[in-house]
């Protein structure tokens, strides 16, 4: 009797935001009606956008159908009922319009995925009804009771659409390693190639998905055939992308990937720029951070050959981004094995990069400092280094790398100096064993510098590992040269047991006394 009272017009007005139909709201959400910049519920599909585009709006979409879902559940929680209806208007438009936009730059579709499509169609529609029903619902306890079905249903949505876009971007993946295997168009093959790497871009779940379609089984054929030269680099960038994940790096054994790379960096007649690239493959493959490197037993087989040919890069880097990529190389190179650090010494490879960091056109940002101070770090542990370092100045570089600083305070550059910061302090305290590296640190007056990152927090930006590794040099120089500390300095610093000396110092002020 209230619903008939109330003014129509009114009631139409309140229910219009609720009840709007999704098919109009997907009509009209294709039809552009300004030339502003899109937001992010108002993608714009535009018949000229390329294969890349048209992933990367697909992708987008799926991004903010997958926000809403979680939304959904958030309010849900929260017995927030409106919400939820309006939240399910919204994700069952975004899946009809996702739909539509996939079939408008698809040449084809499975079966699989139509029946897919429908199924989550379907239960966007029943979803959108259900939770209409518990909006008019006033009934607490009934309320209750159908919450465990909106949850059940929505659980049903989330796990259709992940199924549908597994299946959309594998059905992607297989369309354009089609095209890179059957095309005899260059500017086909680098189109291709070129929305494979964007489509690895966005994460460890697309790299797998393009590893297990064969993707670097593809590349590497391409990196066989000097027709294609010209596709190299851009071949091998997209092959670093796809083995961060265990997929692309067992595939890439199993071509045998490691001796096409050495014999790619061995070739002077590729440009440098191949090179470069190459040598981001091998960084990514010998990443300590990875946990699946150990079946690269052929890396073994060539490693010689392949780091001959990196400290070429090195010292023959035109630019800092090349030498960034091939010294990011060896840095890995050292953690990969612990032969590379003799081969690297017999090279004279400890001169090349000291001289090289003098060139600030080339050693130009912490980045590269870090992959420097990493080989000198890993090198230092072998007794014919110290005289390396002294003749090429080194003592001198990695006092100078103990002052790092960011100057733009990004996030990754800080980061990146804390790094320098440690590993320069376990250089100098690794090479201190030998009493001409230690006289050469404290007459550059390491001891001062390693003791004020220790006692102030905002020198080493907080870091208790940059701390750990100054009190361990300080401690080494202070054995060489007990004179060299104050009194309080050495009371706090080097006589107690080195955790003592750690937590008197991350629970001091900043201060000097």
Not at 110 to 130: P, R
Not at 265 to 282: G, M, Y
Request: hydrophobic letters at 40%; charged letters at 20%.
């Amino acid at each position: 009797m209230h619903l008939i009272q109330v003014d129509s017009v009114q009631r139409w007005m309140e229910d219009l935001k609720l009840m709007t139909d999704c098919e109009c709201m997907c009509i009209l959400q294709s039809k552009p009606i300004s030339i502003e910049k899109d937001e992010q519920n108002e993608l714009i599909l535009s018949s000229q956008h390329s294969t890349c585009d048209n992933l990367q709006l697909l992708l987008k979409r799926a991004w903010i159908i997958s926000t809403e879902l979680t939304r959904i559940a958030q309010k849900l929680d929260k017995n927030r009922w409106q919400r939820v209806h309006s939240m399910t208007v919204r994700v069952n438009c975004h899946v009809r319009s996702m739909i539509n936009e996939y079939h408008t730059f698809t040449r084809s579709s499975s079966e699989e995925m139509h029946q897919l499509e429908k199924l989550l169609v379907d239960k966007c529609s029943e979803f959108t009804a259900f939770t209409e029903r518990c909006l008019q619902t006033e009934d607490e306890e009934i309320l209750k009771s159908m919450k465990s079905c909106v949850n059940e249903t929505l659980t049903t949505v989330a796990q259709y659409f992940g199924q549908l876009i597994e299946l959309v971007l594998t059905h992607e993946a297989q369309n354009l390693l089609r095209q890179i295997e059957l095309s005899g168009s260059l500017y086909v093959m680098e189109s291709a190639i070129s929305s494979l790497f964007s489509l690895a871009q966005e994460g460890a779940h697309l790299c797998r998905i393009i590893a297990k379609e064969g993707g670097v089984v593809s590349l590497f054929k391409i990196c066989r055939q000097d027709c294609f030269r010209c596709l190299y680099p851009q071949t091998l960038r997209t092959l670093a992308s796809i083995c961060c994940v265990e997929e692309g790096m067992h595939q890439l054994e199993k071509v045998d990937g490691i001796l096409c790379l050495a014999d790619i960096l061995t070739d002077n007649s590729h440009s440098e720029a191949t090179h470069a690239e190459a040598a981001a493959v091998i960084a990514q493959i010998t990443s300590p951070h990875l946990t699946f490197t150990q079946h690269l037993s052929s890396f073994l087989e060539n490693m010689e050959e392949i780091v001959t040919a990196l400290v070429k890069l090195c010292q023959e880097a035109s630019s800092g981004e090349v030498f960034l990529l091939a010294s990011a190389a060896l840095a890995n190179i050292t953690f990969f094995d612990t032969m590379a650090c003799e081969i690297l010494l017999q090279l004279n490879a400890m001169k090349i990069l000291l001289a090289a960091c003098s060139d600030k056109h080339i050693v130009d940002t912490p980045y590269s400092r870090d992959q420097v101070v990493t080989i000198l770090a890993n090198m230092s542990v072998l007794d014919q280094c110290a005289s390396e370092i002294i003749q090429g100045n080194g003592v001198q570089l990695l006092m100078e790398m103990l002052f790092e600083k960011s100057s733009s305070g990004n996030p990754a550059e800080v980061a990146a100096c804390e790094r320098v910061q440690q590993k320069s302090a376990v250089t100098l305290a690794r090479l201190s064993r030998d009493p001409e590296v230690a006289d050469a640190a404290i007459k550059l007056s390491c001891i001062p510098r390693l003791i004020k990152l220790c006692r102030s927090p905002t020198e080493r930006n907080n870091s208790d590992s940059v701390l750990v590794a100054c009190l361990a040099a300080l401690r080494r120089l202070a054995v060489m040269s007990p004179g060299g500390l104050e009194d309080s300095d050495f009371q706090q610093l080097v006589k107690p047991r080195l955790v003592d000396s750690f937590l008197l110092c991350t629970n001091m002020e900043e201060s000097f006394v």
